[in-house]
């Protein structure tokens, strides 16, 4: 017998009843759905393209439309990514619906990584804030603007941790701790997905990628990863995990390889770990091609191949790279796979469709009045500039030369007056340069002040978009002259240097991380002629910044911080807002000591005798930081005092309270984000010198006091040990707090 997808919605029409048999009459639908389906019918759903106007990856195979058009209406294709705008896919819906044997609904996709129209910080930068509630809130914006556009499903949080800024793909993510991350990957889940994923205002969302993307070799995209055991479960794995736990509806697959196994093709991550001990009944899609690449991997010898490694892993959607479309099916009529593995991925496909309420209504969300009353609401502009100064970062502020006092000021730099730039890169559905620039923030700040303006340097040549490579300039000094001379005769200059959009980014890895091109020479020159610099950096990961840190007198992290921008920087800078941001990366002192972060373990030789050379460091440079994870400065100060810890025993199912007192040493209120370390002193591997356990974000009144305190219980020093064997070990524990990674007060206690 036929039902099709109109006969099965009907039949649960007419099966409303109490809530735990509508549960059940959900999940039968999907089995019965799956039982009518042929074996062509189970693999369209596994298979997804871009079919839409935008591009998020190579783009040679749009030749093949009039091939994606036909299997589209014949049920070929389960989801589609790239394709935007209610009306649009109300259309495509269409094709689907009524020319489809079954009429099964695709689902839309998107790469909705730090907002859809209104644009918020990128992530590292938002990562910044530590502040969970506002995260969870951005990401919940950004799936309302997404599902009025016709989006069910978005490619984020990328929840992988790097160590390596010249990875250019760092600024997508939560930065170098596995504790943050997993705070944020929960809080960005929340957000994106709300209490129901069927709710028109919220969309699915993707852990990915999993999983070793942020270690590749070098820092350079795409490339291959070398982690054991350790590195792997203990750093990259625990925010996934997270993900996992907090409800995470799908994983994408990673495109590097770990120690000689594609990610994509991993059966010990993706059937050992993810579908086997945690049990994830979710959906995993390849990343772009990232089954087809198999081949190039050398893992594979063709695409038949490749799709047999892939679906035995346990990578459920094909995402462009017309493998599972082409070759799933001889595999099985071969014998050389059961069609069990289709049916368990394509189920898994359904019951994502059921969740996201599609089959009970494929044009759920594809509303036009919705679309247009969403985009760009003033209250999600204002979250954004809110967000915007919440992620800021005050890097130095020398005799106290912010807030501005200055009132005769010169604007300098090739960022000053670019509304592209902030809004960064995997801006979604953002309109290029549609942000608030420095310039416009601070002449609406101050509208009594004297401000003189001067580019002095362009930051590069040529095009900036998503595909091609971004041309520095380095040869054209010609604005040099009427920058310096403007300097000269203001009071204060402030000065907007860093990155555009896309140099940091998917592709944009670097091998020098300093300011890009002519910028530090024109730095120099200013500094020659007026040593009031504030030096104002939009940037999309950590950079090297000796010679800045050492000679300019004020320098604020502005990241890319999105739509409001300018408005957002101007706030802090005026001291409207008083910046709390601390960084979620450590800043190097020079690229060399890249991979550099704070919970690195000891090494048998952390230091030696005076004057010796036989230990752990670099003879050109100092092994601690320029700025250390943790790190940011207020226009308040803070003074740590009285660390302690309830008991100085912890029992095995026991817990004991950690405090310390934080007192507010300034005249003016301010934020403070209190960090809490743990260090285990001796284990069966090696142990970090600290690891992040948790924070607490507090207001403290100018001139007041407050005590912090966290809870410690065992849990929190678990590890796995090898072999995947995970638990706390008895022992000695050091407990740090403080205001970063760095400057922190300790006390010791014993797991019993
Ligand atoms: C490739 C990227 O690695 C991935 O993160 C993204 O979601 C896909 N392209 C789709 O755009």
Request: aromatic letters at 8%; glycine letters at 10%.
């Amino acid at each position: 017998m036929k039902i099709g997808i109109k006969g099965i919605v009907l039949l649960s029409i007419m099966a409303i009843s109490a809530c735990s048999e509508q549960k059940e009459t959900k999940k039968s639908r999907v089995d019965d759905l799956l039982a009518e389906m042929t074996l062509e019918e189970k693999i369209g759903q596994l298979n997804q393209y871009s079919i839409g106007a935008e591009l998020t990856g190579p783009g040679e195979k749009q030749g093949q439309a009039k091939r994606r058009y036909e299997e589209l209406k014949n049920g070929g294709i389960g989801s589609v990514l790239n394709l935007l705008g209610a009306k649009n896919a109300r259309e495509t819906q269409r094709q689907v619906v009524e020319n489809s044997r079954l009429g099964i609904p695709l689902i839309f996709s998107f790469d909705v990584v730090h907002g859809y129209k209104t644009m918020f910080p990128i992530p590292l930068g938002e990562s910044a804030s530590w502040d969970l509630e506002l995260m969870e809130a951005t990401a919940a914006v950004a799936a309302k603007e997404a599902a009025a556009a016709g989006i069910q499903w978005t490619f984020a949080p990328m929840v992988d941790i790097s160590r390596d800024a010249r990875w250019g793909r760092v600024m997508e993510g939560a930065g170098e701790d596995p504790y943050l991350g997993s705070a944020i990957a929960v809080a960005r889940v929340k957000g994106f997905q709300g209490e129901s994923l069927s709710d028109p205002a919220t969309i699915a969302a993707c852990a990915k990628h999993f999983a070793g993307y942020g270690f590749v070799e070098s820092g350079k995209d795409y490339n291959n990863v070398y982690v054991g055991e350790n590195q792997l479960m203990n750093t990259i794995v625990p925010p996934f995990k997270a993900a996992k736990d907090a409800g995470v509806a799908t994983f994408m697959n990673a495109f590097n390889d770990i120690d000689g196994v594609p990610s994509t093709a991993s059966t010990f991550l993706l059937r050992d770990i993810l579908k086997g001990n945690w049990q994830y009944k979710g959906v995993v899609v390849s990343d772009w091609n990232s089954i087809g690449e198999l081949i190039s991997h050398g893992v594979a010898k063709d695409k038949r191949e490749a799709a047999k490694l892939a679906i035995t892993a346990g990578a459920d959607i094909d995402m462009e790279g017309v493998v599972y479309i082409d070759h799933l099916k001889e595999l099985v009529e071969a014998g050389e796979i059961n069609e069990d593995l289709i049916d368990d991925a394509a189920k898994r496909v359904l019951q994502l469709k059921e969740d996201l309420g599609l089959l009970d209504d494929p044009y759920l969300y594809f509303d036009e009045n919705r679309e247009k009353e969403t985009l760009l609401k003033k209250e999600h502009l204002d979250l954004a500039r809110e967000a915007g100064r919440k992620s800021i970062v005050l890097l130095k502020n020398q005799d106290d030369l912010l807030p501005l006092k200055a009132s005769n000021i010169a604007l300098i730099g090739p960022l000053m007056k670019d509304k592209d730039s902030p809004i960064g890169n995997w801006r979604a559905a953002a309109e290029a340069g549609s942000a608030v620039s420095l310039y416009e923030g601070l002449t609406k700040a101050l509208p009594d002040a004297n401000f003189t303006y001067a580019e002095g340097v362009k930051l590069s040549v040529g095009p900036n978009n998503f595909f091609q490579e971004v041309e520095v300039e380095t040869g054209d000094r010609s604005g040099f002259a009427e920058a310096i001379n403007k300097a000269r005769n203001a009071e204060t200059v402030i000065v907007a240097m860093g990155e555009t959009a896309y140099m940091s980014g998917e592709g944009r890895s670097r091998s020098e991380i300093g300011l890009p091109g002519l910028q530090l020479e024109l730095l120099k020159e200013i500094y020659k002629v007026n040593k009031n610099i504030i030096l104002v950096l939009m940037n999309g990961r950590p950079l090297t910044l000796a010679w800045e840190d050492e000679n300019i007198p004020a320098i604020v992290e502005a990241w890319h911080l999105g739509s409001e921008a300018g408005h957002a920087i101007a706030d802090v800078l005026t001291g409207k807002y008083n910046p709390a941001g601390k960084l979620p990366m450590t800043f190097p002192r020079a690229v060399g000591q890249v991979p550099i972060y704070y919970n690195h373990k000891m090494t048998g030789r952390p230091s030696s005798a005076p004057g010796q050379v036989f230990y752990t460091h670099h003879t050109d440079v100092d092994n601690s930081p320029l700025y250390p994870f943790g790190y940011g400065l207020s226009y308040s100060s803070f003074v740590y005092s009285d660390i302690s810890v309830s008991e100085s025993l912890l029992k095995a199912d026991g817990e004991i309270t950690a405090s310390v007192t934080v007192k507010n040493t300034s005249d003016v209120d301010g934020e403070e984000v209190v960090q809490l370390y743990i260090r285990d002193l001796v284990g069966t591997i090696t142990r970090p010198v600290k690891e992040l356990k948790g924070f607490k974000k507090v207001m403290i009144p100018a001139g007041g006091s407050i005590e912090v305190e966290f809870t410690v219980d065992p849990e929190m020093l678990a590890y796995y040990k090898g072999d995947l064997k995970y638990g706390a070990e008895p022992g000695d524990f050091e407990l740090f707090i403080g205001t970063n990674a760095r400057d922190t007060q300790s006390v010791q206690f014993e797991l019993k």
